[in-house]
Nanobody, 120 residues
Framework: VQLQASGGGLVQAGGSLRLSCAAS????????MGWFRQTPGTERKFVAA????????YYADSVKGRFTISRANAKNTVYLQMNSLKPEDTAVYYC??????????????WGQGTQVTVSS
């Protein structure tokens, strides 16, 4: 599965962004998908996950109530709606096939991420 995230940008605190991650391959709907984020010098951290049909979601405490993950299997795309953004949300965001049991990526493969910068 090839992955490409998009939709990032510069936004003021309190603003919103919607990230998209397009996946290639016919097996997209077989996987739970997750969003992760990384700042320079740190490890990637879990943000949100959605199961294969969108019926179950899970969020990191830091984004709960502000971010919403969803997916459109017909479009091989997973989304992350980010509202009430804070400067600490600034990071490069990546999507990946994810285990709903461990909330960890299934593979050590990261496609192209998208930069989100939140100004105070």
């Amino acid at each position: 599965v090839q992955l490409q995230a998009s939709g990032g940008g510069l936004v003021q605190a309190g603003g919103s962004l919607r990230l998209s991650c397009a996946a290639s391959g016919r097996t997209f709907s077989n996987y739970a998908m997750g969003w992760f984020r990384q700042t320079p010098g740190t490890e990637r951290k879990f943000v949100a996950a959605v199961n294969w049909n969108g019926g179950r979601t899970y969020y990191a405490d830091s984004v709960k109530g502000r971010f919403t993950i969803s997916r459109a299997n017909a479009k091989n795309t997973v989304y992350l709606q980010m509202n009430s953004l804070k400067p600490e949300d600034t990071a490069v965001y990546y999507c990946a096939p994810t285990s709903m049991a461990t909330i960890k990526p299934l593979y050590d493969y990261w496609g192209q991420g998208t930069q989100v910068t939140v100004s105070s």
